[in-house]
């Protein structure tokens, strides 16, 4: 069992940065893989990027590649997304889900989310 709890988001202009944090409770956080994905109003909730449990392997949807930075430390339970030059189009909420195994893109395979926090990128 684990717990998630989002936290860093919030207004920004175009061209801007922001960095999301997921911290976790829970004994075991370095067994699970973690992603990220995001929900803007009236679209379903999409893959933005993963890492695996220890960190050596990520994947990133191809509209954030290069832009995007996820990351992680298991030793404070946490897992980060950095986000620069953001657009507009990156505006929603952003959440963080675990899963045992190795890191996906699919929604439906992740145990453990968040509760989301809201990007909005002003153009």
């Known amino acids: 069992q684990v717990q998630l709890v989002e936290s860093g988001g919030g207004l920004v202009q175009a061209g801007g940065s922001l960095r999301l944090s997921c911290a976790a409770s829970?004994?075991?956080?370095?067994?699970?893989?973690m992603g990220w994905f995001r929900q803007a109003p009236g679209k379903e909730r999409a893959f933005v990027a993963a890492?695996?449990?220890?960190?050596?392997?990520?994947d990133y949807a191809d509209s954030v590649k290069g832009r995007f930075t996820v990351s992680r430390d298991n030793a404070k339970k946490t897992v980060y997304l950095q986000m620069n030059t953001l657009k507009p189009e990156d505006t929603a909420v952003y959440y963080c889900?675990?899963?045992?195994?190795?890191?996906?893109?699919?929604?439906?395979?992740?145990?453990?989310w968040g509760q989301g926090t809201q990007v909005t990128v002003s153009s």
């Open positions: 889900a675990a899963r045992g195994g190795r890191p996906v893109r699919l929604v439906n395979e992740y145990n453990y």
């Open positions: 890492i695996s449990t220890g960190g050596g392997s990520t």
């Open positions: 829970g004994r075991t956080f370095s067994g699970y893989a």
